[in-house]
């Protein structure tokens, strides 16, 4: 069974900063990433990352996020930057298999106090 491990959540207040991880129990990913979900909203792409090293970000959140890690070793990191109260929901850790379904992490809480 595949799992990834999220840490690095918290209440921040806003302009401040946090730093998200993930760890994968596989060594099969070709793209790792970042999806968040607020209250009431539908999940949302944060940023992903290739096994090449190829990046994407949601075009709103360009310049305040930065994602970097090495798929092939499993780890992904986000790091959040002048974070804001809209910033605030729950990060999910993403996996992409080249056969099958993605892989999801259990969620990490991210608030954002004004």
């Known amino acids: 069974q595949v799992q990834l491990v999220e840490s690095g959540g918290g209440l921040v207040q806003a302009g401040g900063s946090l730093r998200l991880s993930c760890t994968g129990s596989?060594?099969?990913?070709?793209?790792m990433g970042w999806y968040r979900q607020a209250p009431g909203k539908q999940r949302e792409m944060v940023a992903t990352?290739?096994?090449?090293?190829?990046?994407k970000y949601a075009d709103s959140l360009k310049g305040r996020f930065t994602i970097s890690g090495d798929v092939a070793k499993n780890t992904v990191t986000l790091q959040m930057n002048n974070l804001k109260p809209e910033d605030t929901s729950v990060y999910y850790c993403?996996?992409?298999?080249?056969?099958?379904?993605?892989?999801w992490g259990q969620g990490t809480q991210v608030t954002v106090s004004s």
């Open positions: 596989a060594s099969l990913f070709i793209a």
């Open positions: 990352i290739t096994r090449s090293g190829v990046t």
């Open positions: 993403q996996a992409k298999v080249l056969v099958g379904s993605d892989y």
